[in-house]
């Protein structure tokens, strides 16, 4: 399971959880705070402690010598200063990942906003399709070829086919049925 997805569920099941006036009632009513332990220190088990940390007594578990799975900050030199380069997200936007998003604001963290491209090679890496084609200071030809054009419509085919899927929140169609 993805490292975004996993912080996505544990939000989820942490709201649920403290959200829920019983179980919010059964933890205050309590002398003693219910003790948890959390296994990882990558990005979902810092955020599941933080989110516990006022509601429980949070014990966290990590094999390694640094918190913070995938995400790390490599420091790179420019122009005589170093500048902070998170190396550990290769790319979110808030369409894509509106919780972790939130959860970004929440925690005040600085964001930069870049181009979004995405680049698609076949398997036998003959074709190309780069997106958006016109990027600064370059035009990719290419991905306005004939099978590339016929490729984006398949591909928008598919994402509006998907998207039915998701608004109806189908979870019995296969990959074979779709």
């Known amino acids: 399971m993805s490292y975004i997805k996993i912080l996505y569920y544990s939000v989820i099941i942490i709201y649920g959880l403290f959200l829920s006036p019983v179980f919010y009632s059964v933890i205050h009513a309590s002398e003693h705070r219910v003790k948890v332990g959390i296994i990882g220190g990558g990005g979902a088990g810092l955020t599941l402690a933080w989110l516990l940390d006022n509601e429980c007594q949070v014990t966290l578990f990590e094999s390694k010598p640094t918190l913070g799975g995938h995400a790390r900050t490599v420091y790179v030199p420019i122009d005589g200063k ?38 698609f090679f076949t398997s036998d890496n003959k074709r190309l399709l780069v997106l958006p084609p016109i990027q600064p200071k370059k035009i990719f030809w290419k991905s306005f070829s004939g099978a590339n054009i016929s490729n984006l419509l398949q591909l928008n085919y598919v994402i509006r086919k998907g998207r039915k899927l998701l608004e109806a929140r189908d979870t019995l169609t296969t990959v074979e049925q779709f």
Do not use: I, Q, R, W
């Open 82 to 119: 170093k500048v902070a380069v998170e190396a550990g997200f290769e790319f979110f936007n808030k369409a894509m990942y509106p919780n972790f998003y939130k959860l970004l604001t929440v925690l005040k963290v600085p964001l930069s906003e870049y181009e979004f491209t995405y680049t």
